[in-house]
């Protein structure tokens, strides 16, 4: 089914612990999101982005072959958002280097009329009045989910609370869910989220997995076991892509069913763990459907208990 | 199958974020592990206590009804182990408040002549000599495993490192996993501590749930996603309880065994799970084994991917 994500797309300079870096390499939430999400049909992008774009990272972007770029505005004039951060000795905290918002501060993209029709909607993290506004350009989604930050949870927070109203689920790392409902336990803040309007909450915790906090229940997975671990950039978008992707290539008759997104929720953990091996998009570009099945395999057989 | 636990007998006093605390109830490394190994099936308990040791301190572990306490020792004129603690903000972090080693400072308790011949063998957290001493005691155990902390890591490494040359397994936390090798990644921690000697390590990452390195492979487990944590003393002890009770239980063929030391380990999860709930052994006393069967099924639903 129709799937659509709108957020960022950025160039991205990563230096990692290893004392490895990368300058100018392709990111942002909905590169990474699409670029998951492709492995396991069409997805739709929306994002804006400036002339000085680079083309090998269109070519990136088109090498994926599912993603329809149909949303992305080039915008003469504009520059591309750019960030860069710094990996602390875990992998588990960065240090933002630089922010240049650029094209962000600008309008929104639009959502082209063609995509109007989309079903499963993935609202990547930017300001949540923006996710609202896109949000309302797709009439009938028959799931809406959001990610977001610290930053709008600082500077933004009512069109957050805004926003978890119109949205079946959320997605977010423990830290965000911390500082949003001030607990100290990720289900009990999953849960204080689900009292604003959300069906379910994926509280993300990095290299220890992600939690669902449903209305129907909780569930915990721990992330695969990885071992080399090179640059965690994107491993919650890829999560993200991995989840809504398998949910909309497999469209279930009720895609909020506690169970349907417990298993989502793998898709989406075995996709992060191949995002992490390299720096940006250099995995899940050599990254096949097999190598998916076979980790997929390896993960649900890591975890039976039956 | 004969199982037989080595370690600590205290009387701790716990604080807890949320202001709560006990003073003088049951703590000690083997007092936990027998009250969960016990659920499973019969435990033999050494340790040495003082004649200080409460009388309702021994009722407890007498209620637990399989805990055979031929071992444990009630030295006259000696004082019982004593540590006090208190749990920071996110309950993932302790500071010790006093430590007053009494009776561990004497000699160990020895082995009774009736354990001997105990197949499954437990070294609860103490210095790494006094393990490898009370291990020898145990001729021709079937399974032998230790846990260890930072403190001998930092006192009595090298004791540790021929301890490692002795036993089948070890279990520790993943920053003492850490501290010991210096690789800042559990899986690569977990394989150089297999360099050392034992066949597998169970990483324990409190919260996070636990990874068993293993020469057969690697296996990530979340914890159950528990909300309310009153005091998480003794999580890891009878963690090991559970999965050393259930092992003991079953009697497989190999009980080094890749899979089989994996199922293991979600009954020593499932078991550190109500631990946590209430202070001291509180909650251990007043469990059933359907509540214990009831949660692992849950677990087992919330982790099945197949």
Redo the contacts between chains.
């Keep these: 089914m129709s799937l659509i994500v709108t957020g960022t797309i950025g160039i991205d300079t990563v230096y990692t612990p290893a004392g490895e870096h990368r300058e100018g390499v392709l990111g942002g939430s909905c590169a990474y999101f699409a670029a998951a999400a492709s492995f396991y049909g069409p997805v739709r992008l929306v994002a804006a982005v400036g002339d000085d774009f680079p083309d090998e990272h269109q070519a990136t972007l088109a090498r994926f072959g599912r993603i329809d770029t149909a949303g992305l505005e080039i915008r003469a004039g504009s520059k591309t958002f750019r960030w860069g951060g710094k990996y602390l000795?875990?992998?588990d905290h960065r240090e933002s280097l630089f922010t240049e918002l650029n094209v962000l501060e600008e309008a929104p993209p639009a959502v082209p009329e063609s995509f109007k029709d989309s079903e499963y909607v993935f609202l990547a993290n930017m300001h949540p009045a923006l996710q609202a506004e896109l949000l309302s350009q797709v009439p009938s989604p028959k799931l809406a989910v959001a990610d977001t930050m610290d930053l709008w949870i600082d500077v933004a927070r009512d069109d957050l609370a805004k926003l978890l109203t119109k949205v079946d689920g959320l997605v977010l790392n423990y830290d965000e869910a911390e500082q949003y409902t001030g607990k100290?336990?990720?289900?009990?803040a999953g849960?204080a989220l689900l009292d604003e309007g959300p069906t379910f909450v994926v509280v993300k915790?990095g290299e220890?997995?992600a939690?669902l906090v449903h209305r129907d229940g909780?569930?915990?997975?721990?992330?695969?076991?990885?071992?080399e671990?090179v640059d965690p950039t994107g491993a919650g978008d890829t999560f993200a892509g991995g989840m809504m992707g398998h949910l909309a290539a497999t469209n279930p008759e009720n895609p909020t069913d506690f169970d349907t997104l417990?298993?989502a929720m793998?898709h989406g953990t075995i996709i992060a763990s191949f995002t992490i091996e390299t720096f940006s998009l250099d995995r899940l570009a050599g990254l096949t459907g097999e190598q998916i099945g076979e980790r997929?395999d390896e993960?649900?057989s890591?975890?039976?208990?039956?």
């Design positions: 000795d875990n992998m100290k336990n990720p289900v009990t849960r915790k220890h997995g939690i909780v569930a915990a997975l721990p992330a695969y076991p990885a071992e671990v417990r298993r793998a997929y993960f649900a890591m975890v039976a208990l039956r």
